[in-house]
């Protein structure tokens, strides 16, 4: 069974920092890795979707790696701001429709 | 347009009701879901419908259930929910694989019905 893990489960990092997330997931035999962002009590908005052929996606100042065989994608985030304050999950493709949420990082970012 | 709508955003039910909640896209996504999500956890897979036909379902209990009238409609129907039902639940939607693969597309999110049962 495929579970997914994401650690820290909650960060509180100063303005400007450069951080990273980390995600990861027990069977590597998955079809794409996507990260998305929920704000509270809200619903998810997608960061980034990796296929499983990629080692990478970047949009702006997020990049997200995937390292399939090591069972492990991270998501980096550049130059923090308060607004990147929210819970970041990642979701692993298993097959077709169905994606495994991991646990979760809330991230709380200080003026 | 990339939203996914959801209604109503707040629900209050007792035990004994019959309610519904409603999603609805027109992005052309022909895969259309339902997630529960309790507190401080992640999105649990409940439904999938793929071009109008249910293609998954998550051993849901009977008292939830969906209906796809058509390829921008969802609907969940609600009827004699428990306490323990409470939660978010998050509608979503995305292009079904194309006939040469079949992994999952980036899936876009609706804001959510926030779910009381009394």
């Known amino acids: 069974k495929q579970e997914v893990t994401q650690i820290p489960a909650a960060l509180s990092v100063p303005e400007g920092e450069n951080l990273v997330l980390n995600c990861s997931f027990t069977d590597s035999a998955i079809y794409n890795l996507q990260w998305f962002r929920q704000d509270p009590g809200k619903g998810l908005t997608s960061l980034l979707l990796i296929q499983s052929s990629q080692r990478e996606q970047t949009s702006g100042r997020l990049n997200a790696s995937l390292d399939k065989s090591s069972g492990r994608s991270t998501l980096y985030i550049a130059a923090s701001q308060p607004g990147d304050s929210a819970t970041y999950l990642c979701?692993?493709?298993?097959?077709?429709?169905?994606?495994?949420f991991g646990t979760g990082t809330r991230l709380k970012v200080l003026a | 347009d990339t939203e996914v709508t959801q209604t109503p955003k707040h629900l209050v039910m007792g035990m004994t009701n019959k309610k519904s909640l409603k999603c609805e896209q027109h992005?052309?996504?022909?895969?259309m879901y339902w997630y529960k999500q309790k507190a401080k956890k992640p999105p649990e897979l409940m439904f999938v419908?793929?071009?109008?036909?249910?293609?998954i379902n998550e051993s849901v209990p009977s008292r939830f259930s969906p209906e796809c009238p058509n390829s921008s409609l969802l609907n969940l129907h609600l009827h004699a929910l428990q306490p323990e039902d409470s939660a978010l639940y998050l509608c979503?939607?995305?292009?079904?694989?194309?006939?040469?693969?079949?992994?999952?597309?980036?899936?876009?999110f609706g804001p959510g019905t926030r779910l009381t049962v009394l």
């Open positions: 419908y793929s071009y109008e036909k249910l293609s």
């Open positions: 979503a939607s995305s292009q079904p694989p194309l006939n040469s693969g079949r992994h999952v597309d980036t899936q876009y």
């Open positions: 992005m052309g996504h022909r895969a």
């Open positions: 979701a692993v493709g298993r097959r077709t429709y169905k994606y495994i």
